[in-house]
Every structure is written in C-alpha cells, then in structure tokens.
T-cell receptor, first 113, second 111 residues
C-alpha cells in the first residue's frame, strides 16, 4: 500500500507570496492532518480534515488555510508569506482520525526569503 | 490546554543496553499517547501507543509505561541498536485528529 505523499518536497518563496502544498493520504484514509515543524517550536498542529470538513484547528493565523477533496486529498495554503513561515510542513493521514495512529508523509520543506 | 514535555533533548546509549525516553504531561483527560521516531528529512514514523486503560504496552523491543498518578510515560528500547538513533517524539492524541507533540529527544546509540 502506498504511503502518504506530499508535493512538492522543496519550495522557495519570497515574502508576501502565497503557496499551496498538496497531500495524498493512504488509500482508504479519510482523515488528513497538517503540522508545522520548526527548530524553535517543534511539531505544531495546524488543522485536520475529515470528509471534506475541517474538524479541528490549531493556533495559527488565518493566513494558513486548507481544504480536502472528495477523494481525501488535501491542500494547505499559506498567504502573504513571512520569514517565520519557513518550516517543514508535514501531512498525516489516518482511517478516521480520533485516536487512530497517524501516518506521516515526508514533508514539504518551505523556505521563505 | 494539554502540554507534553520531553525534558531531555538528547540521550546517548551503548549498543545492547536499554534506552529510556521520558515524557510528562499536564492534563488528565482521557489519555492516549503515541511515540514516533523521526529520521532527518523524513516524516515521523509511528512506533507504539498506549491508552489510559493500560499502564504498559509492549511491541517487540519497545515498551511504553504510563504512570497516570505522576502524569508520566516512558519508552524503553531493549536492546538498543545503532539503527535506533533518531529523534523520538512523545505525542498526546486528541479526538479530531490532533496530536500534541513534545519537543523530542535525540537518541544516539553507539556501537
């Protein structure tokens, strides 16, 4: 069974631009969560989608948004990029979310210049 | 808000010996904890989990212990192998697909 895939793997943007990251979950998984990893803050939860609905949201500004499609694929968007948005963005999928273990993709490394 | 703390940023262990990684948490709700391992440039990989209805869960060389009264859990790796060298994250699982992670402990297993 194929794992979680994320595209692109690496991205360089400049301040003020916007970016869209994509995540394809494991086949049959309906829950997709997004996390940001930085050296200072560690792994922080952004939001979770299940059946195209956002069920849970972390403490990030409104510049961070996401969506999920009917095939469970998910995208996250960051508008008006700031230098502090440079991070590894990780996507994780699970069958139904909740207490199920989550399976992570390799991440997208975003660098904002 | 739940907080998860891993107070040791690094741990060095000799091959064949036991590695013990620790994690503390603040709130006692329904407790469900997971341990993940992470190599550089890869996403975290699930290792083992435990819920509050248990105080121990074992999977091969990995055992997790939960002490609810102390709000403390630990991951034991026996015997440790060089391939176990990675960053280990403790995470608290909440309904709605949210994991709250500790800061991680970098384990180095020396041959």
């Amino acid at each position: 069974k194929a794992g979680v895939t994320q595209t692109p793997r690496y991205l360089i943007k400049t301040r003020g631009q916007q970016v869209t990251l994509s995540c394809s979950p494991i086949s049959g998984h309906r829950s997709v969560s997004w996390y940001q990893q930085t050296p200072g803050q560690g792994l922080q939860f952004l939001f979770e989608y299940f059946s195209e609905t956002q069920r849970n949201k972390g403490n990030f500004p409104g510049r961070f948004s996401g969506r999920q499609f009917s095939n469970s694929r998910s995208e996250m968007n960051v508008s008006t990029l700031e230098l502090g948005d440079s991070a590894l963005y990780l996507c994780a999928s699970s069958l139904v979310g909740g207490y199920n273990e989550q399976f992570f993709g390799p991440g997208t490394r975003l660098t904002v210049l | 808000d739940q907080q998860v703390k891993q107070n040791s940023p690094s741990l060095s262990v000799q091959e064949g010996r036991i590695s013990i990684l620790n994690c503390d948490y603040t709130n006692s709700m329904f407790d469900y904890f997971l341990w993940y391992k992470k190599y550089p440039a890869e996403g975290p990989t699930f290792l083992i989990s435990i819920s509050s209805i248990k105080d121990k869960n074992e999977d091969g060389r990995f055992t997790v212990f939960l002490n609810k009264s102390a709000k403390h859990l630990s991951l034991h790796i026996v015997p440790s192998q060089p391939g176990d060298s990675a960053v280990y994250f403790c995470a608290w699982g909440e309904q709605g697909g949210k994991l709250i992670f500790g800061q991680g402990t970098e384990l180095s297993v020396k041959p």
